[in-house]
C-alpha cells in the first residue's frame, strides 16, 4: 500500500458564509442534547459487549498494557471513554500507580462495580463526566484511549482525546495509540449492489426508486472481502496523536488510486490502521479487508454507476472531511476523479444529520461543494 499523499488543512479552502446563515448553528441546548444522546448510547450494554469481543481490538490494547510493564510500572494513567474499564484495570495490572478512568456515559456506574470487584478501588479512580470538564488531582503519564469511530473519526471522540492530552499529559508522557492512518481505495461491489440498491427498484410490485437514489448518497458500514479491492491503497491522513490538534481533523487530500487489474469498479472503501509506537514489540489495529473482522468493518462510498479500470489506470481526485457542528461525529466526503477514458464526478456523505441549517460553500479548483439547508449531501455546481 503506498502511504504517500497530499493534505491541507480545510482552513486553506476558500469558505463563503451566507449573509443569513452562519456556519455556526447549533444553540448551546441542541449541542447539549446531542452530547446525552450520545452517551445514552454509551451506556448500553451490548454496545461494550461487541468491542470487548472484538478480539483484535481488545487483544491488541492488553497485548500493549500488559507486555510493556516498563511503560506503565509507578505511572499515572488517564482512561478518556473508560466504558467497562478494562483498560483502566488492564494497566493497574501493569503496575500503574493510580488510573484515572473518565466516561461521561452511565456506563461509569458499572464500571466502579467492576472496579470494586477486581480490588482496584485504591488504584482506579473513576469519574462520570465529559473529560473537557474532569479536574484530576495532577496531570498524567500515559493516556489510553479506544476512541476510533468507523471511518476512523465518524462518532469518534478523538477530539476530546486531543483536549485531554492538551490540559492532561505530561510533557515527556505518551499517548497509547499514538497514530492513526485513514486508507482509500476502490472495490468490485457488484453483488452488494445489486442486493442493498436493486431491491428498490420493484418493492412487491411498487416503484421505490426515489429510496435507492437516496440511499446511495449514504456511506455503508460493510464487511468487504479483499478479493474485492481492485486498486493500490493510499493513506489520505496520517494523524500524529502526540502533535496533531483539533482544528487538524477538518482537512482535504488529494489521491491517485492506481488499478492494479482490468475490473469494474462500483465504489471507494475506507479503512485504517492505529499504531502503538511506544510498545516495545510494535503493535497496531487494522481494519483492512485484507485482515481479520474488526467491528468496525469498512466504510464504502458507492458511485452510482459502474466504471469499467484497465490495468494502469490512475483514479484521481479530493476528498474533503468536515465535522459538523454536532461534536463532530458527522463525517463529510466530496471525491472526483477521472481516469484516462472517462470523466466522473460524484459527492457522497457519511452519516448526515437532517438538523444541518448552515449554507456552507467550498471552492476546490473551479468547483463549488454546496452544503445546502437540509439537504443531506454535498452538491456539485
Not at 47 to 52: A, T
Not at 74 to 93: E, M, P, R
Not at 277 to 293: A, C, D, G, M
Request: aromatic share 12%; hydrophobic share 40%.
Amino acid at each position: 500500500m503506498r502511504k504517500l499523499f497530499e493534505t491541507y488543512p480545510i482552513d486553506k479552502i476558500p469558505i463563503e458564509r451566507n449573509n443569513t446563515h452562519s456556519l455556526q448553528v447549533s444553540t448551546a441546548a441542541v449541542r447539549e442534547s446531542w452530547n446525552q444522546l450520545y452517551y445514552t448510547s454509551y451506556a448500553n450494554f451490548e454496545v461494550h459487549e461487541e468491542m470487548i469481543k472484538d478480539s483484535v481490538r481488545t487483544e491488541a490494547y492488553r497485548r500493549v498494557i500488559m507486555n510493556n510493564e516498563h511503560l506503565f510500572k509507578g505511572k499515572t494513567v488517564l482512561d478518556v471513554g473508560c466504558g467497562t474499564g478494562i483498560l483502566s484495570i488492564f494497566a493497574a495490572k501493569a503496575g500503574a500507580s493510580h488510573v484515572y478512568a473518565v466516561d461521561a456515559s452511565d456506563i461509569a456506574i458499572t464500571a466502579k462495580e467492576i472496579v470494586s470487584a477486581n480490588g482496584f478501588t485504591d488504584k482506579i479512580t473513576i469519574y462520570q463526566q465529559s473529560v473537557e470538564e474532569v479536574e484530576l488531582p495532577c496531570k498524567v503519564d500515559i493516556i489510553i484511549s479506544e476512541w476510533m469511530g468507523v471511518c476512523l473519526l465518524y462518532e469518534s471522540m478523538l477530539e476530546s482525546v486531543l483536549s485531554a492530552r492538551d490540559k492532561w499529559l505530561e510533557k515527556d508522557g505518551i499517548m497509547i495509540p499514538d497514530r492513526a492512518i485513514l486508507y482509500l481505495s476502490t472495490i468490485n461491489y457488484e453483488e452488494m449492489m445489486r442486493e442493498r440498491f436493486d431491491f428498490w427498484d420493484s418493492v412487491y410490485g411498487i416503484n421505490m426508486a426515489p429510496v435507492k437514489r437516496k440511499i446511495l448518497k449514504e456511506a455503508i458500514i460493510d464487511t468487504v472481502p479483499g478479493i474485492k479491492v481492485n486498486s493500490e491503497a493510499e493513506a489520505i491522513a496520517d494523524l500524529d496523536l502526540m502533535k496533531i490538534k483539533a482544528s487538524d481533523l477538518d482537512f482535504g487530500a488529494k489521491f491517485s488510486l492506481k488499478a492494479f487489474r482490468n475490473d469494474y469498479t462500483h465504489a471507494f472503501i475506507t479503512w485504517f490502521e492505529v499504531q502503538f509506537n511506544y510498545s516495545h514489540v510494535q503493535h497496531r489495529i487494522s481494519t483492512s479487508p485484507f485482515e481479520k473482522l474488526t467491528h468496525w468493518k469498512q466504510t464504502i462510498f458507492c458511485l452510482g454507476e459502474t466504471l469499467k479500470l484497465f490495468k494502469g489506470d490512475k483514479i484521481n481526485g479530493e476528498i474533503v472531511m468536515i465535522r459538523n457542528d454536532k461534536r463532530g461525529y458527522d463525517v463529510h466526503f466530496e471525491v472526483q476523479f477521472t481516469n484516462i477514458i472517462h470523466q466522473y464526478h460524484k459527492s457522497c456523505l457519511l452519516y448526515t444529520s437532517d438538523a444541518a441549517d448552515d449554507l456552507l460553500c467550498v471552492d476546490l479548483g473551479g468547483r463549488r461543494i454546496i452544503k445546502k439547508k437540509r439537504h443531506p449531501f454535498f452538491l456539485i455546481s
